[in-house]
């Protein structure tokens, strides 16, 4: 495999061409962003450490059906995908209120949700990624009926999958967001990361925040909260 051009930089993955015209190459930077990029920060190995959680998790979703675009780990920060066009929705899948759900709702955080709520923004920097239902994103073609209804099944699987892999690394699954992209042949898959930057993480016996909350509140630790993270879920699936 070759790297090939840039194609695209996000505010913390780089994508790459390859040299094979169905796969890409993923590079995690250490770049940590908030806001839509409007608090910007970093902290060494942050990629490397993302890379390995993200693997990790892909892995199993893919032991346990779930489809995504994860081919292999070509060095501690980058990993080889399946190209995929990107769907612009951000799928979000609530367990526990929190963040702007909390807020919109006028919730306390950490009231239990009784039943997990699966939420779809429309994924535009520009407008802020806005609220977006159905309708809405069958109007303006971001997905049809039959594609939005694939990716809410995927995305509750993954929700179940994932809670369990955070439960047995004593860690609640609050809330995260996952992404989703269509293959050449139209087929949906999971693209994007599964890590501490899009997930909330609470510490099952202390609540405490592991995940990118720490930096948006400027709560410190952010670093040593990624990293505990890793250790955690590598100590019950191995590393990966
Ligand atoms: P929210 O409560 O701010 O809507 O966030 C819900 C979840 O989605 C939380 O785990 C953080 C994650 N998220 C992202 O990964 N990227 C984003 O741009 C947003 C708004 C949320």
Same mark, same amino acid.
């Given at each position: 495999m070759k790297k090939l051009e840039l194609l695209y930089s996000g505010k913390a993955k780089s994508v790459y061409k390859t040299d094979n015209i169905d796969q890409y190459l993923l590079e995690f930077r250490d770049d940590l962003t908030a806001g839509n990029g409007a608090k910007k920060g970093s902290f060494q190995q942050k990629g490397v450490i993302n890379n390995k959680i993200s693997n990790l998790i892909f892995k199993e979703l893919e032991r346990s059906g779930v489809k995504t675009?994860? =081919?292999?780990? =070509?060095s501690d920060t980058e990993v080889l995908v399946r190209k995929a066009k990107l769907i612009d929705l951000e799928v979000v899948i609530r367990n526990v209120a929190a963040g702007s759900f909390a807020k919109r709702y006028g919730l306390e955080e950490g009231s239990i949700l009784p039943l997990p709520i699966l939420e779809f923004f429309y994924k535009n920097d520009n407008l802020d990624d806005p609220f977006i239902n159905d309708d809405g994103i069958i109007a303006l073609n971001i997905a049809t009926k039959e594609e939005l209804e694939i990716i809410r099944t995927a995305a509750h699987k993954t929700n179940e999958i994932l809670k369990k892999m955070f439960d047995l690394a004593?860690?609640?699954?609050i809330d995260f967001k996952i992404e989703f992209g269509k293959t050449d042949s139209g087929e949906i898959i999971l693209i994007d990361e599964i890590s501490p930057d899009c997930c909330r993480l609470w510490e099952?016996?202390?609540?405490e925040k592991m995940d990118k909350d720490r930096f948006r509140r400027d709560l410190g630790g952010v670093a040593l909260a990624y990293l505990a993270v890793l250790d955690r879920l590598s100590a019950q699936f191995g590393k990966e």
């Open positions: 675009h994860f =081919i292999q780990k =070509i004593g860690l609640n699954l099952k016996d202390t609540n």
